[in-house]
C-alpha cells in the first residue's frame, strides 16, 4: 500500500531529492554503492540493539529489523510488533515503522509495505535513504542552513584551513580521500600525519580516513576506496550517509560544548556578578583604608623645624591633591558606577540584589570621602601659614646667626688680646701708642654695644615664635653676652694696667733723660782724658816737655770733683733701679736718650785713673830723653860750629892761589900740594862728626838750635873742598902742558891770566860769552855774529855758555904759537911711504913702533887711486881725518 502524506511546507525540499532519487537509482554502480553504505549505516546503529543485518533488501522484509532500527534512531516506542511468519504480520510490522517515518513529517513517495516485504532492492534502499536523510541529515543546521546545505557548508567550515581541500558537492569533491582526512584531522589532529598525504594517492588518503574513523571514531567502513576511486561520479547519497556520520561523530562533542556553554553562561553571569561584588568590595575595601591612612595624616598639624620640611609637607600636598586624590575620585566614583551597575545586572538575571559587608555601604564611602574632605579642609591654609612662620623664623635664626657670627668674629681672640702683659715689655712711645690702641678699641668695643643688644633681641623674638633651636640660640646668646661682660671688665684692667705704667714709664723717662743730660758731657770729659792720657806725644825741647808736665798736674786736680759728679748720676740710675724694683716694671730695652750706661762709666772712670801713673811715666822717661838729646845737639853743634869755618876758608885760600900769580905755575902747584895735603889730615875730624851725626838721627833729632850746620851741608863743603883743589892742581898742570906745548912764556901766560881775570866780571874763574866777546874785541878782534858763533863753538864745544881759563889759553895760544898741522903730518908719511901716494902695512911696521904702526894700519882705508897696488893704504884721508873740525 502506497502511504501518500500531506505535501506539508517543512518537507517542500525533500520533493526535489525524491525526483532525483529515481533516477539516480537507475545506475547499476551506484546501487551497489548504496547497498554497502546503507547497510553498514543500518548495522552502526542496530548493534546498540544487539543485532545487524546481512543483506538489506532481505533481513527488513518481516519489518521487525526494521521497527528496532527506527526505535534505535529515534529513542521512541513504536507500537509492538506482530510476531507471526505471515505475509500479512509482515507488512503489518512494515507499515507500522512507514507510519512512523511519516509520523516524523517525512512524504514518502511511492514507497509501499508490499515491495519492502517483497525485498524490491530499489524501494527497500530508496525507504533507507529517507530515514537517513530523516534521521541523521534533516537536523543537520549550520549558521541559517539546514539539512544537506548544512551539511555542505560544515564540511566546507572545517575544511577551511587546508589549502589542498575544496568541498563542493557530495561526490567528486571526495575522490582523492583528502577531504575526509582534513575533517579527522581538523577534529583529532593526533589521529591522522596530514602532512605527509598526497593528492596523487587517493586509495591511501581514502584507507587512512576509513581505517582511522573504523578504529578510532566508531564509525563503520561505509564506502569501498576502489568503486570511489574507480567511478567517474561517486554515489552522492552514499558519501553523504557516510559525512553525516562524521558530522554526528564530531557534532556529538558540538553538543556537548553547546550544552557545556549555556551551563557556563549561566555561571559566567554569577561568576561576573561575584567578581563585580568582590570588586566592589575590594574597591571598597582599598579606598576606606586609603581614606584611613590618609585622614591622621591630613589631620596632622605638628609644625615642622625646617622651611624645607615644611616646604617638602606642602609639596607632598600639592603631590596628593595633584597625583594621589584624582585616582581616588576615579575610584569612588567609579565604585558607585559599579555598585549601580551590578544592582542593574542581578534584577535583569532574576539574581537577588547585592548586599554590601558592613560599613562598606556606599553611604560609609560617602561618609568616610565627607570626612577627608574635612580634614583636608583647612590644610593648605596651616601648611602656608606654618611656611609664613618658618620663614620668619629662617630669616630671624640667620640674622641671629649672622650677626653672632660678626660679632664672634670681632671678639676672636679680644680677651686674649686684652690680657696681654706686652706693656710689661714696652717702652714709654710703645706705651702711648698702646694706650692710643686700647682708647680705640673702647671706641670700637662700645660702638659693638649695639649689636649685643640687637643680637638678645633676635633671641628673645625666636623664643616667643617658639623656633625649635632656641635652647642653642639662647646658649650662645648666653656666651656672648658673659664674653661681652668679661670683655668689659679686662678693658678696664688693662685701661688701668696701661695708665700706671705709662705714670711709671714717664718717671724713668725723666730719670733716664736726666742721666743721659749727666752723663753725655762727662763720658766726652772721660773719653776727651782717656784721649789725652793716652796721646802719644812728639817733643824736641825740655821746654815742651816742662809745658806738658804742667798741663797733667792742673789735670789731676781736677779728678776729686769728676769722681763726684759720676756718683751723681751713678744715683740718678740706682733711682731707676729702685722703681723698677718696686713696682716690677720689666724694663724693655735702654735707656733712649743715651748708649752709655754705668758699667761704662765706670768702665771708663777705671780706665782713666790707671791711665793717669802711665801718663806720669811717660812723661818722666821723655823728659830724661830730651836731656840727653840736648847733651848730644851740644855736642854735635861745638865741632860742627868749628869745622864749618874752616871748610870756607880753605875754599876762599884756593880760589886765591888759582887767580893771583905770585911766582912761577910750578910754585903754584907746589903750594896747591902742600894745601892738598894739610886737607886730607883733616879727615878724621869729619869722620868723628859723622859719628855724632848718626847718634843725632838715632835719637831721631831733627832740628838743632846750638848750630846752622847741618851734616848735609858740612858733606857737601867737604866734597867740594876735595874736588876743587883736585880741579884746581889739574888746571895748573894743563897750562904747564900747553906752556910747554905752545912754547908760551911766563910773561905771555901771566898775560893771559891778567886779561882773563879782568873780563871774568862776577869773579867765578870762567868768562861768559859777553865777556869773552868784550876779551876779544879788546884784542882787536874784528868779527861778526857768524865769526863770533865760530870762535864760540871752537872755546865752549859743549855749549855751556862759558869759557874757562884752560879754553882761553888753547884758543890764545893757537892765534900765537906755531903747531903741527894736517899737511906737515901727510909730508912725513910721504917720506915713510918712499914718496909714493900710499903706504904699506909693511913700511908703517918698520917705521913706527908696533901699537903705533897697527894704530894706522886698522884705522886706514884702502887706497884706490890709478896707482894702487893691492894692500895699498890711504895715508892722505887718515892725516886730514885725525885733524877732523879743530883744524882751523
Known amino acids: 500500500m502506497d502511504h501518500h502524506h500531506n505535501d506539508g511546507g517543512e518537507n517542500d525540499y525533500m520533493q526535489q531529492e525524491d525526483d532525483w532519487d529515481r533516477d539516480m537509482l537507475l545506475d547499476p554502480a551506484w546501487e551497489k554503492q548504496q547497498r554497502k553504505t546503507f547497510t553498514a549505516w543500518c548495522n552502526s546503529h542496530l548493534r546498540k540493539a544487539g543485532t545487524q543485518i546481512e543483506n538489506i533488501e532481505e533481513d527488513f522484509r518481516d519489518g521487525l529489523k526494521l521497527m528496532l532500527l527506527l526505535e534505535v534512531i529515534s529513542g521512541e516506542r513504536l507500537a509492538k510488533p506482530e510476531r507471526g511468519k505471515m505475509r500479512v504480520h509482515k507488512i503489518s510490522n512494515v507499515n507500522k515503522a512507514l507510519d512512523f517515518i511519516a509520523s516524523k513529517g517525512v512524504k514518502l513517495v511511492s514507497i509501499g509495505a508490499e ?32 539539512a544537506k546545505e548544512g551539511l555542505l557548508l560544515w564540511c566546507q567550515r572545517k575544511t577551511a584551513p587546508y589549502k589542498n581541500v575544496n568541498i563542493q558537492n557530495f561526490h567528486i569533491s571526495w575522490k582523492d580521500g583528502l577531504g575526509f582526512c582534513a575533517l579527522i584531522h581538523r577534529h583529532r589532529p593526533e589521529l591522522i600525519d596530514y602532512g605527509k598525504l598526497r593528492k596523487d594517492d587517493p586509495m591511501t588518503n581514502l584507507n587512512t580516513a576509513f581505517d582511522v574513523a573504523e578504529k578510532y571514531l566508531d564509525i563503520p567502513k561505509m564506502l569501498d576506496a576502489e568503486d570511489i576511486v574507480s567511478t567517474l561520479r561517486p554515489d552522492e547519497k552514499a558519501i553523504m550517509t557516510y559525512v553525516s556520520c562524521y558530522y554526528h561523530a564530531f557534532s556529538g562533542k558540538q553538543k556537548a560544548e553547546t550544552a557545556a556553554n549555556r551551563i557556563c553562561k549561566v555561571l559566567a553571569v554569577n561568576q561576573e556578578n561575584e567578581q563585580l561584588m568582590e570588586d566592589y568590595e575590594k574597591l571598597a575595601s582599598d579606598l576606606l583604608e586609603w581614606i584611613r591612612r590618609t585622614i591622621p595624616w591630613l589631620e596632622n598639624r605638628a609644625p615642622e623645624n625646617t622651611m624645607q620640611a615644611m616646604q617638602q609637607k606642602l609639596e607632598d600636598f600639592r603631590d596628593y591633591r595633584r597625583l594621589h586624590k584624582p585616582p581616588k575620585v576615579q575610584e569612588k566614583c567609579q565604585l558607585e558606577i559599579n555598585f549601580n551597575t551590578l544592582q542593574t545586572k542581578l534584577r535583569l538575571s532574576n539574581r537577588p540584589a547585592f548586599m554590601p559587608s558592613e560599613g562598606k555601604m556606599v553611604s560609609d564611602i560617602s561618609n568616610a570621602w565627607g570626612s577627608l574632605e574635612g580634614a583636608e579642609k583647612g590644610y593648605e591654609e596651616w601648611l602656608l601659614n606654618e611656611i609664613r612662620r618658618l620663614e620668619r623664623l629662617d630669616h630671624l635664626a640667620e640674622k641671629f646667626r649672622q650677626k653672632a657670627a660678626i660679632h664672634e668674629a670681632w671678639t676672636d681672640g679680644k680677651e686674649e688680646m686684652l690680657q696681654q702683659k706686652d706693656y710689661e715689655t714696652a717702652s714709654l712711645s710703645d706705651i702711648k701708642a ?33 623656633y625649635y633651636d632656641s635652647p642653642s640660640v639662647n646658649a650662645r646668646c648666653q656666651r656672648i653676652c658673659d664674653q661681652w661682660d668679661s670683655l668689659g671688665v679686662l678693658t678696664q684692667k688693662r685701661s688701668e694696667a696701661l695708665q700706671r705704667t705709662e705714670k711709671l714709664l714717664e718717671t724713668i723717662d725723666q730719670l733716664y733723660l736726666e742721666f743721659a743730660k749727666s752723663a753725655a758731657p762727662f763720658n766726652n770729659w772721660m773719653e776727651g782724658a782717656m784721649e789725652d792720657l793716652q796721646d802719644t806725644f812728639i817733643v824736641h825741647t825740655i821746654e815742651e816737655i816742662q809745658g806738658l808736665s804742667t798741663a797733667h798736674e792742673q789735670f789731676k786736680a781736677t779728678l776729686p770733683e769728676a769722681d763726684k759728679e759720676r756718683q751723681a748720676i751713678l744715683g740718678i740710675h740706682n733711682e731707676i733701679a729702685k722703681i ?309
Open 434 to 466: 698702646l694706650l692710643k690702641k686700647h682708647e680705640a678699641f673702647e671706641s670700637d668695643l662700645a660702638a659693638h654695644q649695639d649689636r649685643v643688644e640687637q643680637i638678645a633681641a633676635i633671641a628673645q623674638e625666636l623664643n616667643e615664635l617658639e
Open 115 to 146: 515491495e519492502i516485504v517483497d525485498g524490491n532492492a530499489k524501494m527497500t534502499l530508496g525507504m533507507i535513504w529517507t530515514i537517513i536523510l530523516r534521521f541523521a541529515i534533516q537536523d543537520i543546521s549550520v549558521e541559517e542552513t539546514s
Open 580 to 888: 723698677v724694683q718696686t713696682y716690677h716694671v720689666n724694663m724693655a730695652g735702654t735707656n733712649p736718650y743715651t748708649t752709655i750706661n754705668p758699667q761704662e762709666i765706670n768702665a771708663k772712670w777705671d780706665k782713666v785713673r790707671q791711665l793717669v801713673p802711665q801718663r806720669d811715666q811717660a812723661l818722666i822717661e821723655e823728659h830724661a830723653r830730651q836731656q840727653n838729646n840736648e847733651r848730644l845737639r851740644r855736642q854735635f853743634a861745638n865741632q860742627a860750629n868749628v869745622i864749618g869755618p874752616w871748610i870756607q876758608t880753605k875754599m876762599q885760600e884756593i880760589g886765591r892761589i888759582s887767580i893771583e900769580m905770585h911766582g912761577t905755575l910750578e910754585d903754584q902747584l907746589t903750594h896747591l900740594r902742600q894745601y892738598e895735603k894739610s886737607i886730607v889730615n883733616y879727615k878724621p875730624k869729619i869722620d868723628q862728626l859723622e859719628g855724632d851725626h848718626q847718634l843725632i838721627q838715632e835719637a831721631l833729632i831733627f832740628d838743632n838750635k846750638h848750630t846752622n850746620y847741618t851734616m848735609e851741608h858740612i858733606r857737601v863743603g867737604w866734597e867740594q873742598l876735595l874736588t876743587t883743589i883736585a880741579r884746581t892742581i889739574n888746571e895748573i898742570e894743563n897750562q904747564i902742558l900747553t906752556r910747554d906745548a905752545k912754547g908760551i912764556s911766563q910773561d905771555q901766560m901771566n898775560e893771559f891770566r891778567a886779561s882773563f881775570n879782568h873780563f871774568d866780571r862776577k869773579k867765578t874763574g870762567m868768562m861768559d860769552a859777553e865777556d869773552f866777546r868784550a876779551c876779544l874785541i879788546s884784542m882787536g878782534y874784528n868779527m861778526g855774529e857768524a865769526e863770533f858763533a865760530r870762535i864760540m863753538s871752537i872755546v865752549d864745544p859743549n855749549r855751556l855758555g862759558v869759557v874757562t881759563f884752560q879754553a882761553f889759553i888753547d884758543f890764545m895760544s893757537r892765534e900765537t904759537a906755531d903747531t903741527d898741522t894736517a899737511d906737515q903730518v901727510m909730508a912725513s908719511f910721504k917720506v915713510l911711504a918712499g914718496d909714493k901716494n900710499y903706504i904699506l902695512a909693511d913700511e908703517l911696521r918698520r917705521e913706527l913702533p908696533p901699537d903705533q904702526a897697527e894704530y894706522c894700519i886698522a884705522r886706514m882705508t884702502p887706497y884706490t887711486g890709478p896707482d894702487a897696488v893691492p894692500g895699498a893704504l890711504d895715508y892722505m884721508s887718515f892725516s886730514t881725518a885725525l885733524y877732523g873740525e879743530s883744524d882751523l
